[in-house]
């Protein structure tokens, strides 16, 4: 089995459907001298045999693994598991089309006790290497092993109350020692075996990665999208950077355009100290552009030009993902953005008026959208807003609130529109994203994979409202100290942020002026 790299120009020769998108498009970031972590990428063709665990696959997963960290080890100068000059990767996804979120990753694979000693020796930074050891256990814990996640977020809840800590993420060095080793005490009780081995850990990362193709969120998500064709996905092994590896490292994600409008203006979201997964999982608040500019203004200027850059490239709005290791940047992923409808009209006839794409190619890309459907619509209240989030995705929506996706689905089925009101949307809410009117978390940020999610199913999303706190199980929210149930009537305005109580009046309005120009193309094109 041939292997794809990317670091040396081979990827580059390699087509979607045989890498996924996700490597097919790092290929040719590296090709435009932007700054990618070298990988190596299992192809599309074994993922449905080795889930149907063919020994042959199998075999071919391995030796592929072999092949592939040899030339990491080669490209990075580091040693897989050593315990002098460790290399860690991160094992990733990646279909021929984008699923932002549906499959599964594992980060820090490779973190076994002797790579433990060996990041604090090559590093001289305790705090990450204890970071990325508690950070593999709960990832590799979960996505491999199998074990709820709730059992790894009652032990981390429990050190951070201890430890009078904001979150996991203000831990010092010697509480997050202690959390890895309750970590391994859940693994323990679970009844598992951690091989510290790190090709182990590799290979059952990687088997894991093309499991996830069949997982409940996934198969909802390609029956929602008609992506039901797609033949599996990719794995993407990639040597890991640090995003938590000091005040001067970060995560984040960037759009080179708002895909909530379509407005010509970045939208960046950045958490400091901080790996990927935390920006992207939505169970944080993140920092805007301005932190960046205001701590790395050089990084903020390489990020813009990078956006630049690959906009330009891909003549298409760009969803990037880059970590920020001791004040130097990398680009992570980039692929086209998930856009609303109403963005996704204003960015076709921006990108034709700019001369980056042809009427033609921008007629291809509104394929799907019902433009006899799009609308304007505005939301007419009494009273002012009882509360504000962060817009993730525009638009305005009237309806119940549930507090879950079933109890959406069950207010649905009475005929009245629903809000779906949760702590912090997970892609596993995928289901109840295609019910609901409209979503509203107490917790994210407007880059998640479920705000993403929202966007192309063109929900509006109203992301980190701090005044809500929401008790699932007793079906019951405050916001901004005003009690609410199952049932009661919400109104949002997504693109202002704006959360209201009671039941707002919705009026709609044409976009002539947009349609007009849509359908001089067609008729150009006659």
């Not at 590896?245 to 409008?261: C, E, K, N, Q, Y």
């Not at 552009?289 to 030009?305: D, H, K």
């Not at 638009?395 to 959406?408: I, L, T």
């Amino acid at each position: 089995m041939e292997i794809a790299r990317i670091g040396d120009g081979s990827a580059e020769q390699y087509s979607v459907d045989m890498v996924g998108g996700k490597a097919a498009n790092l290929a040719r970031v590296a090709a435009l001298g932007l700054p990618v972590p070298p990988a190596f990428v299992l192809p599309i063709s074994l993922c449905a045999a080795t889930v149907k665990g063919d020994a042959s696959a199998i075999r071919n997963l391995a030796d592929g693994l072999t092949e592939g960290i040899e030339f990491l080890e080669n490209t990075t100068g580091r040693r897989f598991g050593d315990r002098w000059r460790p290399l860690l990767v991160s094992v990733r996804s990646g279909a021929a089309r984008s699923m932002p979120g549906m499959l599964d990753t594992v980060l820090n694979v490779g973190c076994t006790p002797s790579a433990v000693r060996g990041l604090v020796r090559m590093t001289g930074n305790p705090h990450l290497a204890s970071d990325c050891r508690r950070r593999f256990l709960e990832s590799y814990g979960a996505v491999v092993l199998g074990i709820d996640p709730a059992a790894f977020i009652g032990k981390r809840d429990e050190i951070v109350a201890a430890e009078d800590a904001s979150s996991e993420r203000a831990l010092d060095g010697e509480a997050l020692e202690r959390l890895a080793t309750a970590y391994e005490q859940v693994i323990e009780e679970e009844e598992h075996v951690l091989s510290e081995d790190p090709m182990d850990q590799l290979k059952s990362a990687a088997q894991a990665v093309f499991r996830s193709w069949m997982s409940d969120r996934a198969c909802t998500y390609r029956r929602l999208e008609h992506l039901e064709d797609l033949q599996g996905t990719a794995v993407t092994v990639q040597a890991m950077v640090f995003g938590n590896a000091g005040a001067s490292s970060g995560a984040g994600v960037a759009f080179s355009r708002d895909p909530s409008t379509g407005a010509a203006r970045p939208v960046i979201d950045v958490l400091f100290e901080s790996q990927g997964e935390d920006v992207v999982s939505g169970g944080h608040n993140p920092e805007t552009e301005e932190a960046i500019i205001r701590s790395l203004p050089e990084i903020g200027r390489q990020l813009r030009e990078a956006l630049r850059r690959l906009e330009q490239d891909f003549a298409d709005i760009q969803d990037v993902e880059f970590t920020i290791e001791n004040g130097k940047l990398w680009i992570l992923q980039t692929r086209a953005a998930k856009r609303t409808p109403q963005a996704a009209l204003r960015l076709a006839i921006d990108f034709v008026n700019e001369g980056r794409v042809a009427p033609a190619e921008a007629l291809r890309r509104l394929d799907g959208v019902d433009l006899r459907k799009l609308v304007s619509n505005r939301l007419i209240m009494v009273d002012a807003p009882v509360a504000h989030g962060i817009c993730a995705s525009a638009g305005v929506a009237v309806g119940r609130a549930a507090f879950d996706p079933e109890s959406v689905a069950r207010l649905a089925a009475s005929g009245d529109p629903v809000i779906l009101v949760r702590p912090a949307t997970t892609t596993a809410d995928v289901g109840g994203f295609a019910v609901a009117a409209g979503i509203v978390t107490a917790i994210g940020g407007r880059t998640a994979h479920a705000a993403l999610v929202a966007r192309q199913l063109g929900k509006p999303c109203i992301v980190g409202c701090t005044t809500l706190s929401i008790d699932v199980a007793r079906r019951c929210a405050q916001l901004a100290g005003i009690a609410i149930k199952e049932g009661d009537w919400l109104s949002i305005d997504g693109e202002a942020g704006a959360i209201y109580l009671g039941r707002g009046s919705i009026v709609a309005e044409r976009l002539d002026a947009e349609l007009a120009e849509i359908e001089r193309w067609h008729a150009a094109a006659a």
